[in-house]
């Protein structure tokens, strides 16, 4: 286990620790959490996958290597035995089972934050076929209803499971303007972004064939990218229409990442119809906004809701329609110009809270 030590964390028991056998601790929602509770003054560890030193800020982070789905078995079983801190938040539905039995045998307070719907989300990973997709979705139900009897059930969005709960808390998938850097001036040169997980069920392919076909823009696509596409990915970027134009810098820190969206043109997410994404509002549509980018997505129902309630971004149904967007924005930067503004000013008037707080403040009275 890599640890990193912080002032913040001290070097005893922590008062809050926030467990993920499968998040990589440069997760945003992660940092999001994390960055409250260290506003509350909470001790705070954090127990992940990757490079520590990518974890948050004033938490005291240690992280193991992600290796396989034995080893995330191996970690969902012990994780919340080694937990020392008065309050357990979980990230991931596999841990809710033995942190259930954790908190109740240890007497700690338990957190679980469920922030998508994990059934449906199986239905977009590869490997959840067979009887691995069997045991995931058996794990899944089985950690839904224990979660239900946590000391705080923290959901994403109203429509997420459980729907009833001992004590439930949406806390939306809103952005932490601490993260996020100012809008600002355009670089010389179009740009689009994108920030999150690549697959293609996330866009990822209909991004590039979007920019492939709009000449003079570039792409940005900051996030890890999906072993089962990382070959087709690979392939796809060697044809010339996008050679020298698309920027790969993997997975980066929040804040980090979104330094990249400095002098960028305009957001994309491009996410398609699937039942785990048909219901789900992207964090990116509302951190896009925050940083005065234009932004393009697809057609589905709460993101068209977005476009119509802020006038700042454009509905596309393919490829060859983003890429006829990104050439008349670039020909036409005055129209650019009246999507950010739109933008910032939604931002401006929406975006002056943040549920994180209110979690924080929960949890700091569990704590106590």
Same mark, same amino acid.
């Given at each position: ?15 809050? !620790? ?70 357990? #938040? ?23 934050? +469920? ?16 009887? /691995? ?5 058996? +794990? !899944? ?32 998938? *809103? ?35 979007? !920019? ?93 809701? *977005? ?8 509905? #596309? ?5 983003? /890429? ?5 924005? /670039? ?28 979690? /924080? ?8």
């Amino acid at each position: 286990m890599t640890p990193r030590g912080s002032d913040g964390a001290g070097n005893g028991r922590a008062d809050v !620790v926030v467990l993920s056998s499968g998040h990589d601790v440069a997760d945003a929602r992660l940092h999001k959490i994390s960055g409250a509770l260290c506003r509350q003054g909470l001790r705070v560890d954090v127990c992940g996958l990757g490079d520590a030193t990518a974890g948050p800020a004033g938490a005291r982070v240690r992280t193991r290597a992600r290796g396989g789905l034995a080893s995330r078995a191996w970690r969902a079983l012990t994780l919340p035995w080694r937990a020392r801190g008065s309050v357990l #938040i979980t990230l991931d539905p596999d841990l809710v089972p033995m942190a259930t039995l954790a908190a109740r045998f240890r007497r700690r307070r338990l957190v679980v934050d +469920v922030h998508e719907d994990y059934l449906r989300l199986l239905s977009d990973r590869t490997w959840a076929r067979g009887a /691995a997709g069997a045991v995931a979705s058996g +794990v !899944v139900r089985l950690s839904n209803r224990l979660a239900a009897k946590a000391d705080l059930t923290v959901v994403a969005d109203g429509h997420i499971p459980p729907r009833e709960a001992r004590r439930r808390l949406v806390v939306e998938n *809103m952005p932490d303007l601490g993260l996020l850097p100012a809008p600002g001036p355009r670089d010389a040169t179009p740009r689009a972004i994108y920030i999150g997980d690549l697959r293609a069920s996330r866009g990822l392919f209909d991004m590039l064939d979007a !920019v492939a076909a709009a000449p003079g823009w570039r792409l940005d696509l900051i996030g890890p990218v999906a072993a089962a596409d990382s070959d087709a990915l690979r392939e796809r970027l060697q044809r010339d229409d996008l050679a020298g134009r698309v920027d790969l810098p993997g997975r980066l820190p929040p804040a980090e990442a979104w330094r990249r969206a400095e002098g960028a043109w305009a957001g994309l997410v491009f996410l398609r119809e699937t039942p785990a994404f048909r219901e789900a509002i992207p964090t990116k549509l509302y951190e896009y906004l925050a940083t005065g980018l234009p932004f393009l997505t697809t057609r589905l129902p709460r993101q068209v809701e *977005m476009v119509e309630l802020t006038g700042a971004g454009v509905v #596309i149904d393919d490829p060859a329609d983003a /890429a006829d967007v990104l050439r008349r924005w /670039a020909d036409d930067t005055a129209l650019l110009d009246d999507y950010r503004k739109r933008a910032i000013a939604w931002a401006d008037s929406h975006l002056e809270t943040s549920p994180y707080d209110t979690l /924080a403040g929960a949890v700091a009275g569990l704590a106590r």
